[in-house]
């Protein structure tokens, strides 16, 4: 809600009944928790008196988590073997020995489909310099994986309110270990990129929306560059907008999953991505195709949809020193995620259309054999192609 002049946060919880969250009179804006009770009052209040200036939203467990370990299911759990991945960032001839993804050999289909041994040659600064805030689960903090590419200085936790945003839960079981994935999906495309893990959802994946607004607003106020949410609501929560808009003013970029129910129409907050001014040019919604580019079995699709990517069976990390495959909308989110960290690694300023390079150089050959037929217009731009969007993104820049 914007507050009025003179406001404070006792005035505020004492007029709406309520707690304050998040107060900024600098920005006009303050965002209030309220019970039950309160909230039905609040909002038949606003209808009698016609101030729509401002709505009671729902907001526990409101968002969701959108991948799964598929490992479980086809016995592919393994231990970690690769090493921190920060390490496979002194240069991707390292990585990409033999034409194969050295760091994660199951990953070399998925990442020659869109064209990453390429892309890590022509931006050999892999993301040097750039944060990426992973809005999730938490990550495994003690995996050999994120060695040397955690900001734990910044890290947060909006579960159990503290600054340990540790994966928590147990293995198998609802979204456990999803913010860890989807954290090592994004430092394979970009290992020198780093990740500042925020905690919003718990251990069955739901989490509440004022937490994701909070996390949008403090990621763009830590410094973050790209935001990615692997996480979705079947509503529109306006908290968390403008907390995408706030994000977007301060040349934020964020990434968001599309969904995982098969349907004609993106979760939230994807569905929004494809709007105007200034959210649009700094958001991007990503969905998924298999190995052959078919879209996903479980992949949402519309014609809002921005764009597509790999996301069926993506090795990635697994807590307790683990890999395993995901799949889900979530595990095609960070693939774009990373994308835009190493292009903005190469940049000495992000121009604010990045994010939409990133889609509009994308490959639409998905749309040119039957593979698609059923899905004409409503897989975005095409699938992610990783090379092609950081040649333009250079061209751009050198002019």
Known sequence: MQPQAGDTVSSLEARYHGRVMAFDPEAGYAMIGMDAASAKKFNASRLST????????????????????????GGSLTAWAGGSLTAWAGGSLTAWAGGQYVPVPGNTA????INLQNAQTLAPNLGQGIEVAVIDTGVDLSHPAFTGALDLANA??????????????????????????????????????????????????????ANVALAIRYAADKGAKIINLSLGSDARVDAVQQAIAYAAGRNVMV????????????????MDASGKGVVADHSVSVGSVDETDRKASFSNYA?????????????AAVPGNMLGAWSGTSMSAPLAAGSLALAAGQLTTLPP????KLRDNADNSIYSSNLNTDYAGMLGKGRLNISKFLTAAKATASQ
Request: aromatic share 6%; proline share 7%.
């Open 50 to 73: 016609l101030d729509l200036s401002s709505e009671a939203e729902p907001n526990l467990n409101v968002f969701s988590a959108g991948g799964s370990l598929t490992a479980w299911a």
């Open 110 to 113: 998925a990442f020659t489909q």
């Open 303 to 315: 014609k809002e949809l921005e764009l597509v990517a790999p996301g069926v069976n993506i090795y």
């Open 353 to 356: 259309d990045l994010a939409r």
């Open 156 to 209: 947060k936790d909006y579960v159990d309110g503290d600054s340990i945003p540790q994966d928590e839960g147990t293995p198998g079981t609802g979204a456990y270990g999803h913010g860890t994935a989807v954290a090592s999906i994004i430092l394979q495309v970009a290992p020198k990129a780093t990740i500042l893990p925020i905690r919003v959802l718990g251990p069955d994946g739901s989490g509440d929306a």
């Open 255 to 270: 990434v968001s999953s599309a969904g995982n129910s098969n349907l004609n129409r993106l979760t939230y907050p994807a």
